[in-house]
């Protein structure tokens, strides 16, 4: 049974540009998560989705930050014109009950 | 303000030096207390899940406990292979879905 798969695992990016986080939960799991690991930080709750719905979105910046787990195909977590302050350790985490964490995608943004 | 902080941030052991982690929260109606450990450059790993107080888990070197306050993570007898961070984490107000996370206790294990 594949873990929690995530892509890219590491991300550039210009400042400007747009960057497109894929997270493909457990199979069998309809729960995704979104965190945001920064150096020296703990990590941070983003986003909850369920198919098609957006659950909890408390931790999600009011700008340039939007998520989506369609119906068909993995969820997404988008950024659009990204900072250096964006740059950081993204999870994705899928749950029946307890959360199983993904390996991440580090995004580096010049 | 629900808040999760984590003692020591970081921690040296002697392979064989037993210790302990600790874990305490403030929030309003506990939903269950998670336990991960984290290697560098790899996402968290699912260790453990508490829900009342008194409550116990294990798992090969790893034992869990729960007060009303606090979590302990007691580590017998450590090896080198058990060195990382590791993670307790709440759910916060809301939806069960918004864990919130401590800053983790880094722990190496010399032999």
């Known amino acids: 049974n594949a873990g929690v798969m995530q892509n890219p695992r590491h991300l550039v990016r210009r400042r400007g540009q747009e960057a497109r986080l894929r997270c493909s939960p457990m199979k069998g799991h309809s729960h995704v998560y979104w965190y945001r690991q920064l150096p020296e930080e703990g990590l941070k709750f983003m986003v909850y989705?369920?198919?098609?719905?957006?659950?909890?979105e408390s931790g999600m910046p009011k700008e340039r930050f939007s998520a989506e787990f369609p119906k068909e195909g993995p969820s997404i977590l988008r950024i659009q014109q990204v900072v250096r302050g964006d740059s950081a350790a993204y999870f994705c985490a899928s749950s029946a009950t307890e959360q199983f964490f993904g390996p991440g995608t580090r995004l580096t943004v010049l | 303000e629900d808040q999760v902080t984590q003692s020591p941030e970081a921690l040296r052991l002697q392979e064989g030096e037993s210790s302990s982690l600790n874990c305490s929260y403030t929030v309003s109606g506990l939903r269950g207390l998670f336990w991960y450990r984290q290697d560098p450059g790899k996402g968290p790993e699912f260790l453990f899940t508490?829900?009342?107080a008194g409550e116990e888990k294990e798992k090969e070197r790893l034992k869990a406990t729960l007060t009303k306050k606090e979590s302990f993570l007691h580590i017998t007898a450590p090896k080198p292979e058990d060195s990382a961070t590791y993670l307790c984490?709440?759910?916060?107000?809301?939806?069960?879905?918004?864990?919130?996370f401590g800053k983790g206790t880094k722990l190496s294990v010399k032999p």
């Open positions: 984490a709440v759910p916060g107000l809301g939806s069960q879905g918004n864990l919130i």
């Open positions: 508490l829900y009342s």
């Open positions: 989705l369920q198919k098609e719905n957006i659950i909890d």
